[in-house]
């Protein structure tokens, strides 16, 4: 009889202990991956980051031409089926030398000075929605490498399509009608911190490195080579207010709406070339007044 009330006792509990142990590991590395890169309970998560832009001219001697700072940030919703990260991204553009923020910028190919246009990406959206057969692939559609006592999440992109802005329009600015770039990215999380399942949101560094065409506001259409950025920061425990304070000074004054990451899924995402194309109908759409 004690037998048999104590197997009843088991199958009564079993459930429980399932809940309890049997925790799905690929939705595991799913929710590692976004505790590192944003926060699991919705709040804004700011990634801030400073680096340089060299030049890339074949047969030439690569020479620094700017020096950046930055920061990206987003807040993290749940969905059906999954996420979505939305996140603004600002990129100023500094003297390499001073590290002031420029208002020109001295061009040493042509000799122009030319007025600057900051890299303001508004948004900058991810989707991490997965159909259930998906998510057991979600290693190598997030892939990591495991170092010592960390783990480093890396994505390497290569975009190529029809280019924003037709050079039948925008000749000065672009040297093809293809758009072509290689977006190398890295976030590192401890895995101490990790293993903590009480963090919604776990300290990460960042590092990227960026190959793309000459910026429009360079006007240098007729010239081949391309950029190089490379940056490399951190994740903020203080969000935007950590900042340093010309950085948040800057925005405050001239971007304020990048004090605070979307809270609505907007596309197609923002890049500098899309940013230009807006400024510039905006601008031709004043002058028609």
């Known amino acids: 009889m004690l037998k048999r009330t104590l197997y009843a006792i088991a199958l009564l509990a079993l459930p429980l202990m399932i809940l309890a142990g049997d925790i799905d590991p690929n939705n595991a590395y799913l929710q590692d991956y976004l505790r590192t890169r944003a926060d699991l309970s919705g709040q804004e998560t700011v990634f801030h980051f400073t680096g340089e832009v060299y030049s890339m001219i074949l047969g030439q001697k690569s020479m620094q031409l700017l020096a950046v700072e930055g920061?990206?940030?987003s807040r993290l919703q749940a969905v059906e089926g999954g996420y979505q990260l939305l996140s603004k991204e600002v990129i100023l553009l500094l003297d390499h030398r001073s590290k002031e923020i420029l208002?020109?910028?001295?061009?040493p190919f042509t000799g122009e000075s030319l007025p600057v246009l900051h890299i303001l990406n508004d948004?900058?959206?991810?989707?991490?929605?997965?159909?259930?057969d998906m998510l057991p692939y979600i290693s190598s559609m997030l892939p990591s490498t495991r170092l010592d006592e960390s783990i480093?999440?890396?994505?390497?992109?290569?975009?190529?399509?029809?280019?924003?802005?037709?050079?039948?329009?925008?000749?000065a600015h672009v040297q093809s009608d293809y758009f072509q770039a290689a977006e190398i990215?890295?976030?590192?999380?401890?895995?101490a911190d990790l293993a903590d399942s009480s963090l919604s949101s776990v300290p990460a560094e960042y590092n990227m490195s960026y190959i793309s065409p000459w910026l429009p506001f360079m006007c240098m259409s007729d010239r081949a080579g391309q950029l190089l950025f490379v940056a490399r920061g951190e994740k903020l425990e203080g969000g935007f207010m950590a900042l340093p304070e010309a950085l948040k000074a800057y925005i405050i004054t001239y971007h304020i709406d990048f004090s605070q990451a979307p809270t609505l899924w907007t596309e197609p995402n923002s890049d500098p070339w899309s940013y230009f194309k807006e400024l510039t109908e905006q601008e031709n759409s004043d002058e028609d007044y």
């Open 71 to 73: 920061y990206n940030i």
């Open 152 to 171: 480093i999440y890396h994505s390497e992109i290569f975009p190529f399509y029809p280019h924003i802005l037709p050079r039948r329009e925008y000749n």
């Open 103 to 107: 208002n020109t910028w001295r061009n």
């Open 123 to 132: 948004p900058v959206n991810q989707s991490f929605v997965y159909e259930p």
């Open 185 to 191: 990215t890295e976030y590192r999380a401890h895995t």
